[in-house]
T-cell receptor, first 116, second 114 residues
């Protein structure tokens, strides 16, 4: 069965600290996609990144970086020099290859609170 | 492009009432889906559709009906609302045909069943 685990329910940091959000996944597919979404207090889901299973290169986008390691089935997300605006719930998700469907399996989310 | 729109934004129902959550997209996407978000549970798939006239169940379909008569619209019907259906509902759409195509989410509908 496919599963996404975000063991950190809540994280609280002080502004300018670095923070890493963990994501561990399970799948028997050899081809799959992993995602991170941000859900700010306003409630909408904001797409952050998509990574396919064949690309293990780390990615950096400004203060955000992602570390994908197939050997440990992890896709961790690091925010460098956190800011109050980073406060949100962050979801990791895994695509399920059910034929032509694009079903997503979500983790339970990590609530990040960045204190000024 | 409006993207994915959902109405209403908020709704309060009494147990046993029925209602329809509306979802529309203007991107000509074939794939549409409904998720519910509950505290500590993440988002869970309710129903999905890979094209007009085709729907299928997701992880938590009980108590919900869907139909897809047009490419643009994918309404979610609650036949007899129960307090367990209190949740935030998200509609999403994406194109198909590739290995995976990005899903676009609507703004959500917050439903409370008393």
């Amino acid at each position: 069965a496919q599963k996404v685990t975000q063991a950190q329910t809540e994280i609280s940091v002080v502004e300018k600290e670095d923070v890493t959000l963990d994501c561990v996944y399970e799948t028997r597919d050899t081809t799959y996609y992993l995602f991170w979404y941000k859900q700010p207090p306003s409630g909408e889901l904001v797409f952050l990144i998509r990574r396919n299973s064949f690309d293990e290169q780390n990615e950096i986008s400004g203060r955000y970086s992602w570390n994908f390691q197939k050997s440990t089935s992890s896709f961790n997300f690091t925010i460098t020099a956190s800011q109050v605006v980073d406060s949100a719930v962050y979801f990791c998700a895994l695509s399920e290859r059910g034929g032509a469907t694009n079903k997503l399996i979500f983790g339970t989310g990590t609530l990040l609170a960045v204190q000024p | 492009n409006a993207g994915v729109t959902q109405t209403p934004k908020f709704q309060v129902l009494k147990t046993g009432q029925s209602m329809t959550l509306q979802c529309a997209q203007d991107m000509n996407h074939e794939y549409m889906s409904w998720y519910r978000q509950d505290p500590g549970m993440g988002l869970r798939l309710i129903h999905y559709s890979v094209g007009a006239g085709i729907t299928d169940q997701g992880e938590v379909p009980n108590g919900y009906n869907v139909s897809r008569s047009t490419t643009e619209d994918f309404p979610l019907r609650l036949l007899s609302a129960a307090p367990s259906q209190t949740s935030v509902y998200f509609c999403a759409s994406s194109s198909t045909g590739g290995l995976y195509n990005e899903q676009f989410f609507g703004p959500g509908t917050r439903l409370t069943v008393l």
